[in-house]
C-alpha cells in the first residue's frame, strides 16, 4: 500500500524568497509522482510530475521537484516566490493499476 | 468547453435527500474517479472506475454509490445525504496508455451542501 506525507500543512514566505514544500511517500514499488496546486475557488492543476526519467523535474510557473529515492521524498521548490504563488499544493504518489491518492496539502501564503 | 464536466457546481439539500452528482468527459478516458475534499484533509477517493464493466471503492465509499452509465459518464449518489458529506467534489479522469503517465485531469468541482 502506499501513503503520502506533506510534512507542512502551511508554510509563509516572502515574496522574492525560495519556497519549499516538503512531500514524503511510502510505496512498495517506485511510484509516479505528481504535484498539483489549487488556487481558491480553482479546481486542480498540474504543477509537475516525476515518471522515472530524470530525477529533477521542472513544471509550471518556475517550480521544480527533485525525486530522492533514498529518502523517500519528492520536495517541491521554487528559487522566488511570487504573489501568485498563493494557493494550496498536493502532492500524489500513484502505483500502476491503482487511483492517486493525495497528501492533505500544504497551503503556501507569499507576503509582499 | 472543459474537457470534464461536473453538474450541477453548486448545490444545496436538506438531510435525508438523495442527491446526485454528474461528471462527463470528452477525452476519451477509460479511468474515471470521485474525490471529496475537505479543509485540512486534502482530496480523498471515495470511488474509481477503470473502465465501464469497473467499480472499485475508494477509502471513504460508506454512503455513497457510484453508477458508470458509459465510457464517458460517471455518476455518484448519495442515497440519503447528511450534514458530514457536506464538501467540495471532484471527478477526475486518466489513461495511463493514451497520456503515458496516470496524470489525473479534473472538473472544476461540485460544491455540495447537505442542511
Known sequence: AQSVTQLDSHVSVSEGTPVLLRCNYSSSYSPSLFWYVQHPNKGLQLLLKYTSAATLVKGINGFEAEFKKSETSFHLTKPSAHMSDAAEYFCAPNQAGTALIFGKGTTLSVSS | DADV???????????????????????????????????????????????????????????????????????????????????????????????????????EGSRLTVL
Open chain 2, 5 to 107: 464536466t461536473q453538474t450541477p457546481r453548486n448545490r444545496i439539500t436538506k438531510t435525508g435527500k438523495r442527491i446526485m452528482l454528474e461528471c462527463s468527459q470528452t477525452k476519451g478516458h477509460d479511468r474515471m474517479y470521485w474525490y471529496r475534499q475537505d479543509p485540512g484533509l486534502g482530496l480523498r477517493l471515495i470511488y474509481y472506475s477503470f473502465d465501464v464493466k469497473d467499480i472499485n471503492k475508494g477509502e471513504i465509499s460508506d454512503g455513497y454509490s457510484v453508477s458508470r452509465q458509459a465510457q464517458a459518464k460517471f455518476s455518484l449518489s448519495l442515497e440519503s445525504a447528511i450534514p458530514n458529506q457536506t464538501a467540495l467534489y471532484f471527478c477526475a479522469t486518466s489513461d495511463p496508455v493514451r497520456e503515458n503517465t496516470g496524470e489525473l485531469f479534473f472538473g
